[in-house]
């Protein structure tokens, strides 16, 4: 049960797209379309943003988007707002009812 | 609206217990599998335990399998953990969530405020 891997850190200017990884094995990312994507502002509670690898919740901006290759899933933000600036983990089942998260990725609009 | 509010958090010593409490409200409790997940200081997000809508199964991450354990009273809308053997490292914001289901039905995903638990002496 080791966490998924991601990028400690990404960057990018306004309107400009950004994308973090999220490796993980053939028993999490790679075994299951159940990979989930949260933001998460200082001192909130996460927000999903994207689940089953590429589907937009209700309420969430089309800005976001997400993809899966093999072991590694990728959420992309295109069009960079301030707003955007947040930590943002991915959540994969992991099987046998399990899940596992992302070690998290810090945002920062420059 | 849609809610979920944890309670019982606080400073424990090595070794100790405690008991947090999620009340839900605004959705039909009973009809879903429920989640606690930690976040410790600076760190990032951890799932710990999960239990079926019914209460009749419960999963745990390795590190707290023995030592702690989820549990629900659908009549009182409530979740609970019972945390026990307290150690440093469960020092963590703990957050009570209904996570986008396996396969997802609906897209519907919640979280509470999390509780902040402290284990030290």
């Known amino acids: 049960q080791s966490a998924l891997t991601q990028p400690a850190s990404v960057s990018g200017s306004p309107r400009q797209s950004i994308t973090i990884s999220c490796t993980g094995t053939?028993?999490?990312?790679?075994?299951?379309?159940?990979v989930s994507w949260y933001q998460q502002h200082p001192g909130k509670a996460p927000k999903l943003v994207i689940y089953?690898?590429?589907k937009w919740p209700s309420g969430v901006s089309n800005r976001f988007s997400g993809s899966k290759s093999g072991n590694t899933a990728s959420l992309t933000i295109s069009g960079l707002q301030a707003e955007d600036e947040a930590d943002y983990y991915c959540?994969?089942?992991?099987?046998?009812?399990?899940?596992?998260f992302g070690g998290g990725t810090k945002l920062t609009v420059l | 609206q849609v809610q979920l509010v944890e309670s019982g958090g606080g400073v424990v010593q090595p070794g100790g217990s405690l008991r947090l409490s999620c009340a839900a409200s605004?959705?039909?409790?009973?009809?879903?599998?429920m989640h606690w997940v930690r976040q410790a200081p600076g760190k990032g997000l951890e799932w710990v335990a999960f239990?079926?809508?019914?209460?009749?199964?419960?999963y745990y991450v390795d590190s707290v399998k023995g030592r702690f354990t989820i549990s629900r009273d659908n009549s009182k809308n409530t979740l609970y953990l019972q945390m026990n053997s307290l150690r440093t490292d469960d020092t963590a914001v703990y957050y009570c969530?209904?996570?986008?289901?396996?396969?997802?039905?609906?897209?519907?995903?919640?979280w509470g405020q999390g509780t902040l638990v402290t284990v030290s002496s």
């Open positions: 969530a209904k996570l986008v289901g396996v396969p997802a039905t609906t897209d519907f995903d919640c």
């Open positions: 605004g959705f039909t409790f009973s009809s879903y599998g």
């Open positions: 239990i079926r809508s019914d209460g009749s199964s419960e």
């Open positions: 053939s028993s999490d990312v790679g075994g299951y379309n159940y």
């Open positions: 089953e690898v590429t």
């Open positions: 959540c994969s089942y992991a099987g046998r009812t399990k899940w596992v």
